[in-house]
């Protein structure tokens, strides 16, 4: 581990392991201005620790000057001590006991970025841009991310009651959930009107290759090809570089994956897909929302612009930037921000994200309206991007949309409770049929 140093696009702390080179991120020269600042540092430490109204060790004042340091530069970087090291492992190897949320902090609220599917958080209805304000009546509001998170994980099998504020409602609402092992399964696939469809949760070490049996068990159940594929992406906050590039790889004939540049020229890489297309030109839809983020943005980006495929739902996360893990020991690390990604057209994803080719309102969710999206550009002192960001995708002009009049009451009635996925399902359909309809009069035309 200590010899490597560890790549990351996910949003919040999924990692990926691939050697770089140290020389390219060694320290600058320091000069005589710099001493000053730290002697100045030293003299605010000692007085701290000599006066302050408690005792305070010189442990936690340390880390609390680390932790200030980073957290000036941008919401990525950090310090990780033993107990952050061990999360990061986890999130791209293991499993836990809790809910399976992915959050942040917003002016010392704990606010939900993401809630996995079939996890406890998410069939309890917890929703992105919602807060929690209390764990079983104890107010989290002021503590840190550390503290809540350890709060919600425990024992699979143990209850713990979650009050959540949601932004459009005028009370608070009180969940009870039951911790569940958290098993981080990638990949999901399923069969819905001779469409395959595979649910990418996460990027860590199984997502290519489960997509690859996903297709095959596909075909498999069906007994023949599928009309296309649904690749969902959304609220998927990240993962492993080199699966975000498998992923894309998997629909992609040939060309640039995604490119990273650092500080310097040299830092520059490229990633490229490799011969072989296995969904063989079969239409592609990618679905993403406001909680697909970083690795998911990779895939959605190559695939656009390679025009492999169509993608559908909202603007997605905005997170452009690519987190390094420098090990400061065995057990401790420093994640920092060390270069931008583009899409294979040179765009930048940071800030603004990914917009969709077709923009689809989820209507299935009564909320979907007033429900804030929380987003990279939301972040204090998020990295600022050159290009303009738009204020969102789904715009209103006063005019209505007869493909988007539907209210929640009447597609439950009607049996829908996924719209976007309806949406992408009768969109793929159409353009599979077409394609199948239009193959044997190109292959007779050119037999002539």
Do not use: C
């Amino acid at each position: 581990m200590a010899k490597n140093l560890i790549r990351s696009l996910g949003l919040l702390t999924a990692v990926a392991l691939v050697p770089v080179a140290t020389a390219s991120l060694a320290a600058p020269d320091v000069d005589a201005s710099t001493y000053q600042e730290l002697e100045a540092f030293m003299r605010v430490f000692n007085e701290v620790r000599g006066a302050y109204v408690e005792e305070v060790d010189d442990k936690t004042l340390i880390r609390g000057a680390i932790d200030g340091m980073l957290s000036s530069l941008d919401p990525h970087s950090g310090y990780l001590d033993e107990r952050d090291f061990d999360r990061l492992i986890t999130s791209t190897d293991g499993e836990y006991g809790g809910l399976g949320l992915t959050v942040g902090m917003e002016d010392g609220a704990v606010k939900v970025v993401a809630a996995t599917e079939d996890t406890p958080a998410d069939k309890a209805g917890i929703k992105p841009g919602d807060f929690l304000t209390h764990l079983n009546g104890k107010l989290i509001y002021g503590g840190t991310l550390d503290e809540a998170v350890d709060q919600m994980r425990g024992p699979p099998g143990t209850d713990i009651t979650v009050t959540v504020f949601r932004p459009g409602r005028e009370k608070p609402m009180e969940l009870k959930m039951t911790r569940a092992m958290i098993e981080l399964k990638a990949v999901k696939w399923d069969v819905k009107d001779n469409v395959g469809i595979i649910n990418v949760n996460a990027f860590n070490r199984t997502t290519t290759p489960l997509t690859v049996q996903a297709m095959a068990d596909i075909e498999k159940k069906l007994g023949h090809a599928p009309l296309g594929y649904i690749l969902d992406l959304r609220s998927n906050p990240g993962g492993l570089v080199d699966e975000a590039v498998g992923l894309s790889d998997v629909f992609l004939e040939s060309g640039e994956v995604v490119s990273s540049r650092g500080r310097k020229a040299s830092d520059t890489e490229h990633y490229y897909a490799k011969p072989g297309d296995l969904a063989k030109g079969r239409p592609v839809i990618v679905l993403i929302d406001a909680g697909s983020a970083s690795a998911s943005e990779i895939v959605a980006g190559a695939l656009q612009d390679h025009k492999r495929a169509i993608i559908m739902g909202e603007r997605s996360f905005g997170k452009g930037s690519v987190q390094t893990l420098l090990p400061l020991s065995r057990t401790t690390g420093l994640r920092l921000t060390t270069a931008r990604y583009y899409t294979p057209k040179g765009r930048s994803v940071q800030e603004g994200g990914i917009t969709p080719d077709l923009p689809v309102p989820q209507l299935s969710d009564p909320d979907y309206k007033n429900r804030p999206r929380i987003r990279e550009a939301d972040l204090r002192r998020h990295l600022i991007n050159e290009l303009k960001v738009e204020d969102d995708v789904i715009q209103d002009d006063g005019k209505p949309d007869p493909r988007f009049s539907a209210t929640a009451e009447e597609l439950e009635k009607k049996g829908i409770e996924d719209f976007q996925l309806h949406y992408a399902l009768s969109t793929i359909s159409r353009l599979g049929s077409f394609q199948q309809a239009a193959a044997p009069a190109a292959k007779k035309a050119g037999a002539r």
